[in-house]
T-cell receptor, first 114, second 113 residues
Framework: SQQGEEDPQALSIQEGENATMNCSYKTSINNLQWYRQNSGRGLVHLILIRSNEREKHSGRLRVTLDTSKKSSSLLITASRAADTASYFC??????????????FGSGTQLTVLP | SQTIHQWPATLVQPVGSPLSLECTVE??????LYWYRQAAGRGLQLLFY??????ISSEVPQNLSASRPQDRQFILSSKKLLLSDSGFYLCACWGGRTNEKLFFGSGTQLSVL
């Protein structure tokens, strides 16, 4: 079942602008991760934030996590046309009696216009 | 680091035909392996996972099955494809320094006509 829900479903911005994508989830988590998918390709891991962290940076990426609201956001600063892709949040949930797994949201399609 | 090989990249099959998609992993041993399906413009749905040779868990009832004949080989199969089996199939395993990231193959686009 889909745990994470991204918002917005689609986002179109001009090169140089910032892009913000949001993710909400339902259950308690060990960590939350963001992945990127170029059209017709596999997903690539971008960044991981643990449940005891509130903010994390990696290059032009900034991720926040609010466990009280069960939400996360991904900010891409100074966007480039090459950032055009789908972005997914995924939760590594606390579970008992089953193998670890990530549950993915439905994704945000980001288009960066040159 | 892990490398996941999936093939074929694209596949067009008639309804009722059999299916076999293969995934092999390099750079790790005894991996947990996963098959996901992605409908067009949608998120990923977990289909099967395996924690070891011959051990398969199914997440959703469906027309598909999975097998793990070797440690680093994961196969997705069907005896008779349905139209609803169309989608983008992705194989994945854990990796990274702390084994907390999923590494994905390049996927197989399956069209059932």
């Amino acid at each position: 079942s889909q745990q994470g829900e991204e918002d917005p479903q689609a986002l179109s911005i001009q090169e140089g602008e910032n892009a913000t994508m949001n993710c909400s989830y339902k259950t308690s988590i060990n960590n939350l991760q963001w992945y990127r998918q170029n059209s017709g390709r596999g997903l690539v891991h971008l960044i991981l934030i643990r449940s005891n962290e509130r903010e994390k940076h990696s290059g032009r990426l900034r991720v926040t996590l609010d466990t009280s609201k069960k939400s996360s956001s991904l900010l891409i600063t100074a966007s480039r046309a090459a950032d055009t892709a789908s972005y997914f949040c995924a939760t590594d949930s606390i579970s008992v009696g089953s193998a670890r797994q990530l549950t993915f949201g439905s994704g945000t399609q980001l288009t960066v216009l040159p | 680091s892990q490398t996941i090989h999936q093939w074929p990249a694209t596949l067009v099959q008639p309804v009722g035909s059999p299916l076999s998609l293969e995934c092999t992993v390099e750079g790790t041993s005894n991996p947990n392996l996963y098959w996901y399906r992605q409908a067009a413009g949608r998120g990923l749905q977990l289909l099967f996972y395996s924690v070891g040779i011959g051990q398969i868990s199914s997440e959703v009832p469906q027309n598909l099955s999975a097998s793990r004949p070797q440690d680093r080989q994961f196969i997705l199969s069907s005896k008779k494809l349905l139209l609803s089996d169309s989608g983008f199939y992705l194989c994945a395993c854990w990796g990274g320094r702390t084994n907390e990231k999923l590494f994905f193959g390049s996927g197989t686009q399956l069209s059932v006509l």
